[in-house]
């Protein structure tokens, strides 16, 4: 997430509002970049839940007995 958002800072700084408006390509970069900020806390939450599930703390385990 830290480096979307630096990457963004590093794509806009310097531009003004219409030099940002006339700028097609930085204005896809960053909204490609917000879009992985919005969508990283359902992946981390995804992850999260999948590392606690007990089936996969289970997993390449010995079934107990």
Do not use: F
Request: aromatic share 4%.
């Amino acid at each position: 997430m830290v480096e979307a958002i630096d990457l963004i800072e590093e794509y806009v700084k310097n531009m003004d509002r219409h030099s940002w408006s006339q700028d097609r390509k930085t204005i896809d970069a960053v909204i490609r970049n917000l879009e992985g900020l919005r969508d990283s806390p359902q992946s981390m939450r995804r992850s999260l839940c999948l590392a606690l599930s007990p089936s996969h703390s289970r997993a390449g385990r010995s079934p107990r007995t």
